[in-house]
């Protein structure tokens, strides 16, 4: 156990709906990060927050968008979904600013969009 | 961001030790090599980090040669629980430290 928590673990949807996925860091970790994981794309870096603040950017989509919460727990909100956004969605964290290369992932959520 | 080349697939019997090689050839003076492990359908999770020489922890050793232009994780001992995908990923322990994960390697231990 990471000490990542992330809900909900499965979800499906329709095309062109909006969801919203939620990720508890580890204690005391300020940096958390989204990945999503789909079959011909591998593991891609979406974003990262720091203490409620965007960090780094990735591939990120414009129909997606994430924010932490001053509790530090973050959402990823994904928005007129496609097929092509069916994927695992993971969420990582870390204790600082910086990326060291160590981060903790939760178990994902695994989105379906049919 | 350096590229990363490491074998599509492995394959080994329990008890083994198993060797995964990456190549990294355009690594930056101030990048480190991190090897992570994924599951099916479960986060990838930390296994080693390094800089140059050798690092040895619980789970696994990470062998860097002078040059720093590969690198290899060695796993001792398999079990079928060490199936899994493997990454290696070469970046700047910073703020631009994006990791992003490559295809990985997968392992498949057979008894």
């Known amino acids: 156990d990471s000490g990542v928590t992330q809900t909900p673990k499965h979800l499906i949807t329709a095309t062109g709906q909006r969801v919203t996925l939620r990720c508890s860091p580890r204690?005391?970790?300020?940096?958390v990060y989204w990945y999503q994981q789909s079959l011909d794309q591998g593991l891609q870096f979406l974003i990262q927050y720091y203490n409620g603040e965007e960090r780094a950017k990735g591939n990120i989509l414009e129909r997606f968008s994430a924010q932490q919460f001053p509790d530090l727990h973050s959402e990823l909100n994904l928005s007129s979904l496609e097929l092509g956004d069916s994927a695992l969605y993971f969420c990582?964290?870390?204790?600082?600013?910086?990326?060291?290369?160590?981060?903790?992932f939760g178990e994902g959520s695994r989105l379906t969009v049919l | 961001l350096a590229k990363t080349t490491q074998p599509i697939s492995m394959d080994s019997y329990e008890g083994q030790e198993v060797n995964i090689t990456c190549s990294h050839n355009n690594i930056a003076t101030n990048d480190y090599i991190t090897w992570y492990q994924q599951f099916p359908s479960q986060g990838p999770r930390f296994i080693i980090q390094?800089?140059?020489t050798k690092v040895t922890n619980e789970v696994a050793s990470l062998f860097i040669p002078a040059d720093r232009k590969s690198s290899t994780l060695s796993l001792p001992r398999v079990s079928l629980s060490d199936t899994a995908v493997y990454y290696c990923?070469?970046?700047?322990?910073?703020?631009?430290?994006?990791?992003?994960f490559g295809a990985g390697t997968t392992v498949t231990v057979r008894a």
């Open positions: 204690s005391g970790d300020l940096s």
């Open positions: 990923l070469v970046g700047f322990r910073g703020d631009d430290y994006k990791l992003s």
């Open positions: 990582a964290s870390s204790p600082g600013r910086a990326n060291t290369g160590e981060l903790f």
């Open positions: 390094g800089y140059k």
